[in-house]
């Protein structure tokens, strides 16, 4: 048996492309054990799994305390000659976000599923439309569909561990400002060892648009921007009435930071390097401009 040990606290991105890896040692005639300290972001872990069975590979997963054990199966990957991929929770999470924001929702997204209780979602960050509904955005799913409407009021500011879907946390970060109590959220640490360190970051752009925020080595907490704030932040500017918000290269900052200029309390914003937004999602901007034109009519 082939036996590698990994620190999973910085990223499961190694753990992803190890358990990918496996089946294609040169020595299939043994099983690959990973053994993961500290993870996070199981769900896309969870994930990784669940696609390996779909081509053949199977994964049997213990827990000892604090580590997960991944026994990948002497297989060699098979094609299941038919496949569907889901639309990206990920990216999906700012245009969801979106559809909480009064003159700005509802929005639809086709193609992502809930799950079952037998049958969980395949994407992890498809919990991020939950962590919607406790913030009181108006969820409605329909087979095959799910529908964000703006909430009626505030949104809510909520307490939460999102260690499971820190991607889709930057734009429960965003949309915090936009509360009527603070909200925080903890289990970030590897934040700081993304694109760039992106609690750092956060607190310095949201700030920029009058929000008062709180940090810690893994968690950040974002007090709501009041109307009389917003509007001084804005008229201070010293060019434009536009807010100039850094990226760092990240091309989440980018994203869930845009959604802030969208709805009757948009910030009119002036996006550095938009740019970076090729990473995962090329036309974002465009598809923002969509609901931009829709918010004006």
């Known amino acids: 048996r082939n036996v ?12 992803t492309a190890l358990l990918i890896g496996a089946p294609l040692l040169r020595n299939r005639s043994t099983s690959t054990q990973i053994q993961v300290s500290n993870l996070i972001s199981a769900p896309y ?7 390996l069975e ?3 590979v199977h994964v049997t997963t213990e827990q000892w305390a604090q580590h997960h054990v991944f026994t990948v199966h002497q297989q060699a990957y098979t094609s299941p000659l038919t496949f569907t991929v889901e639309p990206d929770a990920s990216s999906a999470s700012y245009f969801l976000a979106a559809g909480t924001i009064r003159g700005c929702g509802p929005i639809s997204i086709d193609g992502l599923s809930k799950g079952s209780p037998r049958h969980p979602p395949l994407q992890g960050d498809i919990d991020f439309i939950r962590i919607l509904d406790l913030m009181g955005g108006n969820v409605r799913w329909n087979e095959g569909r799910v529908t964000v409407f703006p909430c009626e009021g505030k949104l809510k500011g ?3 561990n999102l260690n499971h879907i820190p991607d889709a946390a930057m734009t429960v970060a965003a949309l915090a400002t936009r509360a009527n109590s603070p909200t925080t959220i903890e289990g970030i640490g590897s934040w700081r060892v993304k694109e760039c360190d992106r609690i750092e970051a956060m607190a310095s752009e949201l700030s920029k648009i009058g929000a008062r925020v709180e940090v810690g080595s893994d968690w950040i907490r974002i007090h709501p921007v009041n109307a009389e704030v917003r509007k001084s932040i804005q008229s201070s500017s010293k060019t434009s009435n536009s807010v100039r918000i850094s990226t760092y290269k990240d091309h ?14 948009g910030i009119e914003m002036e996006i550095e390097d938009p740019g970076c937004v090729a990473k995962t999602f090329p036309e974002f901007f465009r598809e923002l401009d969509r609901l931009t034109i829709r918010d004006a009519r």
């Open 45 to 51: 872990v969870n994930m990784t799994i669940t696609l």
């Open 4 to 15: 590698i040990k990994v620190d999973g606290q910085v990223s499961s991105q190694y753990v």
């Open 158 to 160: 909520i307490h939460a």
């Open 54 to 56: 779909e081509f053949g």
């Open 252 to 265: 989440r900052i980018a994203m869930s930071l845009a959604i802030l200029s969208l709805g009757e309390e």
